[in-house]
């Protein structure tokens, strides 16, 4: 497996800056690097390998439909969609799915589906299109999701944006009413805002937000890209306050590494997309569905929702209890199998420190190290990722 002649020269453009090491394989819970090094992987693709590497079940599933039929165009029917799409469904509430390939994009179809809310609301387009979403948001790197989101770093060097962006404090329900205008269509947030640093939503602020929406004949929309799919221990995080959405998006998770992304609609909605509204090449495919079908799947035989609320029970307790033994550590957020270590100052260094030890995690905005493990991740293994960040944590405070 080893492969030690790594090519130093690259033909990429440098957009994600220089990699630490190649990863070249995974099974389960671990990654090996391009010099035989094991690694507990805790980024999971960054919420991406919802059943950890290659799991046999869901390698069988995907490579028995790539014998099948790899790809066709949405112009036709596609059985494993539509299974996926009535899954999902059963999974959320009475509603319709569309695909695509990536969070953005299924965001981009979100903000649309708010354009044409609007348009429909008042009988005319082009004035009743405003998104308010939430500050230290990130909904994606198209247009529309950097217009959404209201962060420097993700902005910068693309003026002009989308016009028709608000901004207003997560969590406060009085800074959303006061941004309402007459030519607000949409409230979107994510429900665990993931790279900004894991900050939920309260299950109080998602009920405020419900009825704002519902007084104000807007949409509530919300991007469960990073936060669905089990990763909370509810289907989607949003879950937890038992209210209706009218519109969600989701990615990452839901294919399990192959890419896949979807919209669903509330029934009542759902027929603002009609034939030629919206499109995709890929969305969708026999291979992607039927990667996702896998994916959810096995999250049922394996009883994986219980296992992360059983699993996330013990172990958040005890990644809390850091706080108060380490100084380095400001605060712990999070639910489920989504966590962020808050560090007092940046945390590479004991990113680096973690990945020295054979434990990878990932940063996040606000000085933030998000804990991602696949929701198969064993009782061993946390228990193992705790006592090395202890570690860890003793030896950077010396
Ligand atoms: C909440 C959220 N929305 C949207 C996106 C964009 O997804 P993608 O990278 O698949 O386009 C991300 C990616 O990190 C995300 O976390």
Known sequence: MNHTNRSKQSYLIPN??????????????????????RYLDFASGIAVNTLGHCNPEFVSRVSSQMNDLIHCSNLFGIQKQRDLAEKLVHYIAPGKMLFCNSGAEANEALLKLARLHGAKRIGKEGQNFHVIC?????HGRTFGGMSAT????VQNGFAPLLEGFSFAKLNDIGSFRSKITEQTAAIMVETIQGEGGIHPCSTEFLRELRALCDEHQILLILDEVQCGIGRTGNFLAYQKAEIVPDAIGLAKGLGGGYPIGAIWVKEEFSNLFQPGS?????????????????????????????????????????LHDLKAEYDFIEDIRGEGLMVGIVC????????????????????????????????????EQLDWALSTMKQTLSNLQK
Do not use: C
Request: aromatic share 8%; glycine share 8%; proline share 7%.
């Open 344 to 379: 007092k100052q940046n945390p590479a260094n004991f990113i680096q420190q973690l990945r020295n030890s054979k434990l990878i995690t990932v940063p996040a905005g606000g000085n933030v190290i998000r804990l991602l493990p696949p929701l198969n991740v064993t009782q």
């Open 150 to 153: 209201p962060q420097e770093k």
């Open 16 to 37: 994600y800056g220089e990699a630490p090491f190649d990863i070249i394989k995974g099974q389960g819970s671990y990654v090996w690097d391009h010099l035989g090094e």
């Open 134 to 138: 939430a500050e230290n948001a990130f």
């Open 278 to 318: 919206h499109g995709t090449t890929f969305g969708g495919s026999p291979l992607a569905s039927a990667a996702a079908l896998a994916v959810l799947d096995i999250m049922e035989e394996q009883n994986l929702l219980s296992q992360v609320q059983e699993l996330s029970a013990r172990w958040l307790p005890r």
